[in-house]
Nanobody, 115 residues
Framework: QVQLVESGGGLVQAGGSLRLSCTASGSIVSGNTMNWARQAPGVQREWVAVLTSGGSTNYADSVKGRFIISRDNAKNTVYLQMNSLKPEDTAVYYC?????????WGQGTQVTVSS
């Protein structure tokens, strides 16, 4: 069973930085596509970033140039470095692993950016 545990969320002032971590059960980070998504209250979940098994990355326009997705295969962990944070980045952030036709999501970590 795939388990993903996010951590690193918290309260930060606008302009600050946070690094989110997502640790997976088993060795799935290195060989699969990993995603980050976020959901603010009353809003649909929004895709944020992707890191493919081949190492390609892509970002939502709203975070491009500010967020960086990366992974540490030895630790089976994927990261989301978030810089120049804005109040509109406030949301619960979820890590997802795409295995075949299915994507598995963690429980999320709250990020709150104060103005």
């Amino acid at each position: 069973q795939v388990q993903l545990v996010e951590s690193g969320g918290g309260l930060v002032q606008a302009g600050g930085s946070l690094r989110l971590s997502c640790t997976a059960s088993g060795s799935i980070v290195s060989g699969n596509t990993m995603n980050w998504a976020r959901q603010a209250p009353g809003v649909q979940r929004e895709w944020v970033a992707v890191l493919t098994s081949g190492g390609s990355t892509n970002y939502a326009d709203s975070v491009k140039g500010r967020f960086i997705i990366s992974r540490d295969n030895a630790k089976n962990t994927v990261y989301l470095q978030m810089n120049s944070l804005k109040p509109e980045d406030t949301a619960v952030y979820y890590c997802g692993a795409r295995l075949g036709p299915s994507t598995y999501w963690g429980q999320g970590t709250q990020v709150t950016v104060s103005s």
